[in-house]
């Protein structure tokens, strides 16, 4: 294991006199940006520099090499922390290039540990398995019910399969798997907005899909406490924006498909932060490209139906020659029978 580094007295009392606010440090507005800005680089989804993510609580806690990075409690204990208050040329500071991390943030991180490392709400998940009976029951109504990864308890149930058959009878059976439904696909069923009370305080539900469902606004009334909710497929149902106002409750929202639906584009604004997809609309066309007025020299001076000057921007092209007359509707005739009038352009070359 690394060997842990002790402050310099200078930087300890830089340490204690920054200003950190007293009270709970909140790691998802607090320490995770701090992660986000200066670690995530190397340590984070494509990247795993010395074996270690951080951009999870759950790869967090894990460490790095099946060595711990935090001690909840110990920060001088915790390298996530103390790697960061080595000096800049240290061989050991952390992040490994670019700027160390300031006093402040330092001081945040420091007082986090300290306080517990108290990951909140964005907390690993604990979930108790799903019972057997609940799953086994779901499966009966032709849907697929499986985790969503390996390591969880967090549940996928998808009634694609029977979809035509499913009706709001049917939901009654989520109720044993709430705490457990991470994903919801209702789409195509024939459930309707009584049926939606039953997915009522799915805490864990991330991704609800109600596509080509006969939901209307009334059924978006009924979803309460879906306080993970993320992505909402609502693509050929009959909502309207009246029902967008009862998905601002879910500061966790988004993503939400509205295709085929009456939801405007100004209604969409009501969901601030929240990207609504309104379906696909065809780019607008670029202008086209101005033409460049052309500076034609005419030959002639005259016009050769009214003798008149010629207008200089009126011309007919004859026999490669630009031939000036003084108005459009001279023009009109011209170009209608030049052979006609031709011979009155005096300035005509013979040669031509
Ligand atoms: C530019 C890339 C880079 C950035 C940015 C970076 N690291 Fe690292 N980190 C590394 C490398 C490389 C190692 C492996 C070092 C080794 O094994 O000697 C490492 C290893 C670690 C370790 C494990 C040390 C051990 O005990 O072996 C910790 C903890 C760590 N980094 C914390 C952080 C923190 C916290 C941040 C952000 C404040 C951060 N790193 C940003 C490159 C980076």
């Not at 979803?223 to 009862?246: C, F, P, Q």
Request: net charge positive.
């Amino acid at each position: 294991m690394r060997k842990l580094y002790s402050l310099s007295a200078g930087l300890l009392l830089v340490g204690m006199l920054s200003p950190v606010a007293h009270g709970k440090i909140s790691y998802a507005k607090q320490i995770k940006p701090i992660l986000a800005k200066m670690c995530y680089k190397c340590h984070g989804a494509k990247k795993q520099k010395g074996d270690l993510r951080l951009d999870t609580p759950a790869h967090i806690l894990k460490g790095a090499d099946g060595e711990k990075v935090l001690y909840a409690g110990k920060p001088d204990k915790s390298s996530l922390y103390k790697l960061t208050t080595l000096p800049k040329d240290h061989e050991d500071v952390m992040p490994s290039k670019g700027d160390t991390l300031t006093k402040a943030q330092q001081a945040l991180l420091k007082q986090w540990i300290a306080e517990g490392a108290n990951f909140g709400k964005a907390g690993p998940v604990v979930v108790p398995a799903a019972s057997i009976s609940a799953l086994k029951a779901l499966r009966a109504k032709g849907a697929l019910a499986m985790t969503i990864a390996r390591d969880t308890n967090l549940l996928n149930v998808d009634f694609r399969a029977e979809a035509g058959k499913i009706t709001d009878a049917d939901l009654e059976l989520l109720k044993a798997v709430k705490v457990q439904i991470a994903q919801l696909n209702l789409g195509k069923t024939k459930i309707t907005d009584a049926g939606l009370a039953a997915l009522a305080g799915m805490e864990n539900l991330t991704h609800l899909n109600l596509h080509s469902t006969a939901i209307t606004d009334a059924g978006l009334a009924k979803l309460k406490g879906l306080n993970s909710l993320y992505y909402l497929n609502l693509y050929g149902t009959k909502v309207s924006d009246k029902g967008l106002a009862s998905l601002k409750q879910f500061q966790t929202l988004k993503k939400l498909f509205v295709w085929q639906t009456k939801v405007t584009d100004a209604g969409a604004k009501q969901l601030p932060g929240v990207y609504v997809n309104t379906g696909w609309k065809a780019p607008a066309k670029p202008a086209p490209p101005k033409k460049p007025v052309k500076t034609v020299k005419v030959i002639n001076k005259k016009c050769p139906l009214s003798g008149k000057a010629v207008n200089t921007s009126i011309y007919v092209v004859y026999k490669g020659q630009a031939i000036g007359l003084c108005c459009n509707n001279c023009k009109a005739k011209f170009a209608k029978a030049p052979a006609k009038y031709i011979g009155k352009v005096k300035e005509f070359k013979k040669s031509e």
